[in-house]
T-cell receptor, first 113, second 109 residues
Framework: DAMVIQNPRYQVTQFGKPVTLSCSQTLNHNVMYWYQQKSSQAPKLLFHYYDKDFNNEADTPDNFQSRRPNTSFCFLDIRSPGLGDAAMYLC????????????FGDGTRLSIL | GQNIDQPTEMTATEGAIVQINCTYQTSGFNGLFWYQQHAGEAPTFLSYNVLDGLEEKGRFSSFLSRSKGYSYLLLKELQMKDSASYLCAVKDSNYQLIWGAGTKLIIKP
């Protein structure tokens, strides 16, 4: 039933150790988004793909990279996590960028030791 | 700059009605969304308004006034499970979604 699936739900990594978060969708949506959300704050868009067209937000740190090998999958790579990167990472999809709502996965909560 | 304002927190009683307000200043407008987010979970879509007026969906309704840059989410017959954060988000002229920080709604028995 799950339409946007994120793995894992909880991820613990060490300071500076690369980590990859994954997202898959069964909705066949064109657009996939990665957000970072910290406690009691609005979700912050990191980047999005329209099909294979990658769009990076101006203030997304270089430490964050993304890959979308096909329509269904999208990955978030954090090359050298710092303590400030501890957050909930949300993947979302939408049919288009105009009027369609975004559908979210359950999120991955990342902790940094 | 672009800005979405919502109250940080509200408290209401089970069975009652509550109205959560949202005001926005954005470069252009291409629709307003309301999402519900339970603690530790992902946001779920509640409603979408692009024209002025009221959209009703069961116990939840959402209202939009574009001339005032204002929306509200109305929740009726409140249930304990409605305790959550409610996020207002606006699509600007570039179809970028601008998010509010959310209103934490606490329901008391």
């Amino acid at each position: 039933d799950a339409m946007v699936i994120q793995n894992p739900r909880y991820q613990v990594t060490q300071f500076g150790k690369p980590v990859t978060l994954s997202c898959s969708q069964t909705l066949n949506h064109n657009v996939m988004y990665w957000y970072q959300q910290k406690s009691s704050q609005a979700p912050k868009l990191l980047f999005h793909y329209y099909d294979k067209d990658f769009n990076n937000e101006a203030d997304t740190p270089d430490n964050f990279q993304s890959r979308r090998p096909n329509t269904s999958f999208c990955f978030l790579d954090i090359r050298s996590p710092g303590l400030g990167d501890a957050a909930m990472y949300l993947c979302a999809t939408s049919r288009d960028q105009e009027n369609q709502p975004q559908h979210f996965g359950d999120g991955t909560r990342l902790s940094i030791l | 700059g672009q800005n979405i304002d919502q109250p940080t927190e509200m408290t209401a009683t089970e069975g009652a009605i509550v109205q959560i307000n949202c005001t926005y200043q954005t470069s252009g407008f291409n629709g307003l969304f309301w999402y519900q987010q339970h603690a530790g979970e992902a946001p779920t879509f509640l409603s979408y308004n692009v024209l002025d007026g009221l959209e009703e969906k069961g116990r939840f309704s959402s209202f939009l006034s574009r001339s005032k840059g204002y929306s509200y989410l109305l929740l009726k017959e409140l249930q304990m499970k409605d305790s959550a954060s409610y996020l207002c988000a606006v699509k600007d002229s570039n179809y970028q979604l601008i998010w509010g920080a959310g209103t934490k709604l606490i329901i008391k028995p």
